[in-house]
């Protein structure tokens, strides 16, 4: 058939040429503009279900990490498109960074000598070699080489006391715990998953230190009581005190989790801020994870946004119908 603009389908003109007994003839009903409109709507709803299905599916079986519960909470559509369906990203400078300066400090760890000299050599070394293997642009590469290699004695000086610390230690630790919510009165079990730089347990205590690659921020904004802070700091260092207190291992020791700064301020310091984690935090972070939970197991996050009107994730929600 052969359509023209304003006029009904007709025949294609060669039809006629053709033998009748190399065709057939089939009468199709007519589709109304409100049955096409009911196909479309019944694609669209199956097509969120096969979402809100994948995430489930996907929690279920990877469980949650702090990142992916700050993705939720800063806006339900960057965890989808970061946290689910894991959208392709080009590796970032600053991430590149911090993975590179997370390699040094747990080969600092596992050094016998720890003196500055040895600190500061280790990390030189360990740049050089995850750069080496980086997939950002030479052009990227080189200042942040050249930032992190000229500050390297200056960390080393500003931590070694930190890495003196007495205690048995683990680095780059993977520790899971089960937490367990609800939905319409069925259970939800989930996973929490987490990675900790160091762990450093003593008689009486377990520190945990999470290295952060810039300068430091004050409680009140790690805490996110600042204009400009979210709590995505506070909330990693309370979950990852929930990935812990429960081991038998660590009963009757208190759980200290810490962020340390690793870019000198401009006097050369690398402050360690601890933060006491207490009940009220934990049960905070449950009920986050709760809102989670219901929010993926009703679908509701398909339909919300966030506050940020320039937020990219929320933009491409658009293109979801």
């Not at 040429?17 to 003839?25: G, L």
């Not at 309370?238 to 000198?264: D, G, Q, R, T």
């Not at 966030?306 to 929600?317: G, M, P, S, T, Y």
Request: proline fraction near 4%; aromatic fraction near 8%.
């Amino acid at each position: 058939l052969e359509e023209a603009p304003d006029r009904p389908l007709s025949p294609l003109r060669f039809l006629s040429e053709f033998e009748s007994k190399h065709i057939s003839r089939i009468d199709l009903p007519a589709v109304s503009e409100e049955s096409s409109s009911e196909s479309l709507d019944v694609l669209e709803s199956r097509r969120r279900d096969q979402i809100v299905d994948y995430a489930k599916q996907a929690l279920l079986e990877h469980g949650l990490s702090v990142t992916a519960l700050n993705h939720f909470c800063n806006c339900p559509m960057e965890f989808l498109y970061k946290s689910i369906l894991k959208l392709p990203e080009a590796p970032a400078g600053n991430a590149e960074k911090g993975n590179a300066m997370h390699e040094a400090m747990a080969r600092v760890w596992r050094l016998k000598d720890k003196s500055e000299k040895n600190i500061t050599a280790t990390i030189i070394r360990t740049i050089h070699e995850y750069f080496e293997d980086s997939v950002l642009p030479l052009f990227e590469k080189e200042p942040i080489i050249e930032e992190l290699v000229s500050s390297a004695s200056i960390v080393a000086t500003a931590l070694k006391s930190h890495f003196a610390q007495a205690g048995t230690i683990a680095t780059e630790t993977s520790v899971e715990e089960v937490f367990k919510g609800a939905y319409k009165n069925k259970t939800i079990q989930l996973t929490l998953r987490g990675k900790l730089d160091a762990v450093l347990e003593t008689k009486t205590a377990v520190a945990v230190f999470d290295y952060k690659t810039r300068e430091a921020l004050s409680v009140n904004a790690i805490k996110g009581q600042t204009k400009d802070s979210n709590g995505n700091y506070f909330r990693q260092l309370i979950f990852y005190k929930m990935l812990l207190y429960k081991k038998p291992k660590y009963k009757n020791k208190s759980i200290e989790p810490a962020l340390v700064f690793i870019k000198p301020d401009s006097k050369g310091r690398c402050p360690t801020i601890s933060i006491p984690v207490e009940e009220i935090d934990i049960e905070r972070v449950k009920k986050e994870i709760q809102k989670l939970i219901d929010s993926i197991w009703s679908g509701k996050f398909l339909n919300d946004t966030c506050d940020d009107k320039d937020c990219e994730f929320c933009a491409l929600r658009k293109t979801m119908g």
